[in-house]
């Protein structure tokens, strides 16, 4: 029985491994060479299963985005706005695989701080890096949720006056060019902010910097050069006609968008087979639920104190701003310190959101107030924020060489300031000279929907109960 039962051991361990060991039981070394392979295996598929899950929850965000964008605008540009994040969507991912990609993350153009990758442009080399063991496939698939994310940011900000010709030529430069810079300054582990060559490297966990700081850095550039909408601060036009149309969907996006954050961040982690994958992913999530939520309250709450009114569109602002300030720091901070960066993140918002109105850039979204302002903030907490035992290099621990890490927290907003916002400038004003960025007072006045889209409604009502907007 003895010998019966060791045979069929090997016969079913040769089933499952796949060996045809069930005559000659391996050696010891070929037994652990077998058992190291078969958890290479479940680990790679449990990360993939998480970093897929996670970037569809990304993705989901676009539904957010257009929600959120389309409640904001006026009736009259409802299909205008959705086609706009419709491209957003298409664009990006062509200039991520093209390009993007190849410039994020591909190989570094110089040892101990590179400037951008040169390789794996179109996919070039997937299939090499797949016979080592490299999954560049599920590594495309998450970031490019984030590059499109970063893109659409802008969309909103300059709505229902730029041309779609203009916008879609800039989306392309953005995805192609901008954005993936950034990415490998940073996240690429081998740019010149982010290398093992550096005492303190740039940290932004999920993007507080390099997704929304540059995408909210690039939406202010963009809506000072498109100028602002028909009537807009004049004091001659009553400017209620400017506020959101649909409030239902503004907040619904908002709520879908907070519900993306959770792949957004956690998925940031980019593993989840172990005990501490999970447990960082799951500290992760709690961080952004709270920052989320103090956000939210605080500016609700300021809102209310020098308005009385109640305003869910400052709710939602405030929950955004929230969530944009936890995101560099969700991974190296304990929950209390959560709550205080989301709810500076809003005061942060408020701040940007008065310099917007005070210098005159109409945001209808107030991109720059949200992802800019609370990008920075976002940045900066991550220097500040955080001790050692939750993997934080704060300066209020008094952690090692935390001094250092702020700075290059902050020489990390300064750059991506600088690159972002220099580069929209570079594309929107000579875009603006040869009349491809602004639509006329005409069309603004009739509504793009009408003068450029087929329908010329985004919503079929009967004669007589055609909302006005």
Same mark, same amino acid.
């Given at each position: 029985p003895a010998s019966w039962l060791k045979a069929l051991f090997w016969r079913t361990w040769g089933a499952v491994t796949g060996s045809m060991a069930d005559t000659v039981p391996p050696t010891l070394p070929e037994l652990a060479a077998q058992v190291a392979q078969m958890k290479a295996d479940y680990d790679e598929a449990l990360d993939t299963c998480w970093i897929l899950v996670c970037a569809a929850l990304v993705f989901f965000m676009h539904a957010g985005f257009t929600m959120l964008e389309t409640g904001c605008v006026q009736l009259k540009n409802t299909q205008n706005i959705l086609c706009k994040?419709?491209?957003v969507v298409v664009i990006a991912t062509i200039c991520w695989y093209l390009v993007g990609y190849g410039l994020a993350y591909g190989e570094p153009n110089t040892e101990g701080g590179s400037f951008c990758g040169t390789s794996h442009f179109a996919g070039g080399g997937f299939l090499e890096e797949q016979a080592n063991g490299v999954n560049r496939w599920r590594?495309? *698939? =998450?970031? &490019?949720?984030?590059?499109?994310?970063?893109?659409?940011i802008v969309s909103g900000a300059m709505a229902e006056r730029t041309a779609l010709t203009g916008f879609a030529v800039y989306v392309a430069a953005m995805?192609?060019?901008v954005y993936p810079i950034v990415v490998h300054w940073t996240w690429s582990g081998a740019g010149w902010l982010n290398n093992d060559t550096r005492t303190a490297s740039y940290k932004d966990f999920a993007g507080s910097g390099i997704v929304h700081m540059c995408g909210g850095i690039s939406a202010l550039v963009g809506a000072a050069v498109v100028g602002p909408r028909q009537g807009r601060f004049a004091a001659d036009v009553d400017q209620d006609k400017f506020v959101p149309h649909n409030v239902p969907i503004l907040v619904l996006g908002t709520f879908i968008l *907070? =519900?993306? &954050?959770f792949g957004f961040n956690p998925g940031s982690s980019l593993a989840m087979k172990s005990q501490a994958d999970a447990f960082s992913a799951s500290m992760v999530a709690m961080n952004t639920t709270a920052g989320g939520a103090m956000g939210g309250l605080v500016v609700y709450l300021l809102e209310f104190v020098l308005t009385q009114k109640h305003s869910v569109g400052a709710l939602c602002n405030g929950i955004l701003a929230g969530l944009v300030g936890i995101t560099a720091a969700c991974g190296s901070v304990e929950p209390g310190e959560a709550f205080v960066i989301g709810g500076v993140g809003g005061l942060f918002y408020l701040a940007g959101s008065a310099l917007a109105r005070a210098i005159k850039v109409d945001d209808p979204i107030e991109a720059f107030a949200v992802h800019g302002c609370a990008g920075f903030w976002g940045v900066l907490a991550v220097g500040l924020f955080g001790s050692e035992e939750v993997g934080g290099n704060g300066i209020?621990?008094?952690g090692e060489n935390s001094g250092a890490q702020l700075g290059v927290q902050l020489l990390g907003a300064l750059m991506i300031t600088l690159w972002s916002g220099g580069f929209a400038a570079l594309f929107f004003v000579p875009l603006k000279a040869a009349g491809l960025l602004r639509v006329s007072e005409e069309m603004q006045t009739m509504g793009l929907d009408e003068a450029k889209h087929s329908p010329r409604?985004?919503?079929s009502m009967e004669e007589g109960q055609q909302l006005k907007g």
């Amino acid at each position: 029985p003895a010998s019966w039962l060791k045979a069929l051991f090997w016969r079913t361990w040769g089933a499952v491994t796949g060996s045809m060991a069930d005559t000659v039981p391996p050696t010891l070394p070929e037994l652990a060479a077998q058992v190291a392979q078969m958890k290479a295996d479940y680990d790679e598929a449990l990360d993939t299963c998480w970093i897929l899950v996670c970037a569809a929850l990304v993705f989901f965000m676009h539904a957010g985005f257009t929600m959120l964008e389309t409640g904001c605008v006026q009736l009259k540009n409802t299909q205008n706005i959705l086609c706009k994040n419709g491209l957003v969507v298409v664009i990006a991912t062509i200039c991520w695989y093209l390009v993007g990609y190849g410039l994020a993350y591909g190989e570094p153009n110089t040892e101990g701080g590179s400037f951008c990758g040169t390789s794996h442009f179109a996919g070039g080399g997937f299939l090499e890096e797949q016979a080592n063991g490299v999954n560049r496939w599920r590594d495309w *698939f =998450f970031q &490019w949720a984030f590059c499109a994310t970063c893109g659409t940011i802008v969309s909103g900000a300059m709505a229902e006056r730029t041309a779609l010709t203009g916008f879609a030529v800039y989306v392309a430069a953005m995805t192609t060019f901008v954005y993936p810079i950034v990415v490998h300054w940073t996240w690429s582990g081998a740019g010149w902010l982010n290398n093992d060559t550096r005492t303190a490297s740039y940290k932004d966990f999920a993007g507080s910097g390099i997704v929304h700081m540059c995408g909210g850095i690039s939406a202010l550039v963009g809506a000072a050069v498109v100028g602002p909408r028909q009537g807009r601060f004049a004091a001659d036009v009553d400017q209620d006609k400017f506020v959101p149309h649909n409030v239902p969907i503004l907040v619904l996006g908002t709520f879908i968008l *907070f =519900f993306g &954050w959770f792949g957004f961040n956690p998925g940031s982690s980019l593993a989840m087979k172990s005990q501490a994958d999970a447990f960082s992913a799951s500290m992760v999530a709690m961080n952004t639920t709270a920052g989320g939520a103090m956000g939210g309250l605080v500016v609700y709450l300021l809102e209310f104190v020098l308005t009385q009114k109640h305003s869910v569109g400052a709710l939602c602002n405030g929950i955004l701003a929230g969530l944009v300030g936890i995101t560099a720091a969700c991974g190296s901070v304990e929950p209390g310190e959560a709550f205080v960066i989301g709810g500076v993140g809003g005061l942060f918002y408020l701040a940007g959101s008065a310099l917007a109105r005070a210098i005159k850039v109409d945001d209808p979204i107030e991109a720059f107030a949200v992802h800019g302002c609370a990008g920075f903030w976002g940045v900066l907490a991550v220097g500040l924020f955080g001790s050692e035992e939750v993997g934080g290099n704060g300066i209020f621990h008094g952690g090692e060489n935390s001094g250092a890490q702020l700075g290059v927290q902050l020489l990390g907003a300064l750059m991506i300031t600088l690159w972002s916002g220099g580069f929209a400038a570079l594309f929107f004003v000579p875009l603006k000279a040869a009349g491809l960025l602004r639509v006329s007072e005409e069309m603004q006045t009739m509504g793009l929907d009408e003068a450029k889209h087929s329908p010329r409604r985004a919503y079929s009502m009967e004669e007589g109960q055609q909302l006005k907007g």
